[in-house]
Every structure is written in structure tokens, then in C-alpha cells.
């Protein structure tokens, strides 16, 4: 009978005179009560801090070592790589495996199914991330980094110090995913967006369509940027890069699970 979300709410019935209140029952453990508790105060009333949410990852983790980071991290409010950095700093290395978001099994060292989705990629570049990640059993976002490794004629796996192109210390952008025909067919996407009354006749998706425009400069206009970004910078300006990086592919991880719901109904 404790109350694990609601006690703002309850508090407020009691002055007012209530004798009963609307409530739902769970049963489970008190460690999942935390979980359920941590997971409804980042989504509404006064949201969790930084330190707060950081504080509740580590006690997740101590509680449910065999969830993922992106799993942790989807409860508590923070990203996959913060969790996985508290995790580290812990000392907890969790198991051979472990349960993702939508609930499958994962291995935590995904060497051989980042090798095997390469394969893939190589072999039928037109695969979607969800048609190679569901046959290799690896997520789409890890699909992603693999797709840009290859790309950038990196090694599949992050460990992999073997670069495909033999001129060293390079950027050649337009031969990566910068590269001019997907430039142009970015931009014609992008120009198809504007066009759609459903993003330019709302605020949101005007602000939407404002940050897909300022990503979709071309391969030179990139390479302009990274011959200008200053010697001293370039660790500080690579972390914020990443960072963005990752906002991004969890936001198109969110988009395009809703996709895949809305085609399964």
C-alpha cells in the first residue's frame, strides 16, 4: 500500500475533505515501484533534475543490472551514453546480455552481429535499419552506426582500427553520406517537407523543418565548416557533434517506432 506516483495528488484529496480517490494497483517489488515511480515523474508534474535522474539511473542499475543502457536510459530522462558512463564509473559491467526497451535479449558485445549486418549492407544496400536490425537481432540504431562506418570505410565494429581507404587522417565528405547525389536528394526531400501544410502551417513543425534545413548543407559547405573549426577546439566541438548525433538518432528511433505501431493496427 505505498504510493509510488500521486502524492501531491493524494495530499491535495485529504484537505479538501475526500474521503476516496481514483487509484491504480500494481504489484511487484520495491524496485520496481522506483522504476514506475522514476519513470512517471520525468514525464509530467515537476520534473527530476539532472543529479535527481543521474541518482536513479545508478540505483536502476544496481537493481536491474540486465537492462540496457538505452533501456535505463528511456525510464530516467538522461541518454544512453550517460547511463553507460555511470554504469562504467559503478563498476558494474552487467551480464553477457541484456533486455532492451521492446523487451528482446541482446548481447552486449555485438562484435559478430555488427560484422553479419555489414554483410548485409554490402550485399543489399536497400535493406531499411529495422530489415537488417530484425534479421541480424541487433537494434536499428546500431544498424545506423554500422550503415555510417561502412560509409566512411570505417570498420563495422568500434574497436576496429582498419580503415577500407588507404589516405590517412582525411575527411573526404563526398564520398560518405555527404556525398553529392544524396545531397540532392536530401534537399528535394527537404523542399518536398516544406511544402507539406501539415509542417509549415504549425509552429512546431516550422521550428522542425528550421533544423532539418541547417543539417542539410552540402559536402562542400561541410567541409568549409571543419577546415574552420579551430586546433584547440576540435575534442570540445567533436563532444557537442555527438551529442547532437545521438539527440537525433533518438529522435528518429522514436519516429520511427511510431511508424511501426501505426502500420501494425
Known sequence: MQV???????????????????????????????????????????????ADRKRAAVRIIGTHPQWSDRRVAS??????????????????????????????????????RRRLAADLIRNDPGLSLRQVAKQVGISPETVRDVRGRLERGESPTPDGSRKLRTKPHSLSLTESD??????????????????????????????????LAMHSIDGQEWERILRGVPPHLYGVVAGFARDHARVWAGFADHLESRATDLAAR
Open 4 to 50: 509510488v506516483d500521486g502524492l501531491h495528488r493524494l495530499t491535495a484529496a485529504r484537505v479538501r475533505g475526500d474521503t476516496k480517490i481514483l487509484a491504480k494497483f500494481i504489484e511487484g517489488t520495491e524496485s520496481d515501484a522506483f522504476v514506475l515511480a522514476v519513470e512517471a515523474n520525468i514525464r509530467h508534474g515537476l520534473p527530476l533534475s539532472l
Open 75 to 112: 525510464v530516467t530522462g538522461i541518454s544512453a551514453g550517460t547511463v553507460a558512463d555511470l554504469r562504467k564509473r559503478g563498476g558494474e559491467g552487467g551480464n553477457d546480455a541484456r533486455i532492451g526497451r521492446d523487451g528482446r535479449i541482446r548481447p552486449v558485445d555485438s562484435s559478430e
Open 178 to 211: 555527404l556525398g553529392q547525389s544524396l545531397d540532392r536528394e536530401r534537399i528535394a526531400v527537404l523542399e518536398r517537407l516544406k511544402a507539406d501544410p501539415a509542417l509549415r502551417l504549425s509552429e512546431v513543425g516550422r521550428i522542425l523543418l528550421r533544423m
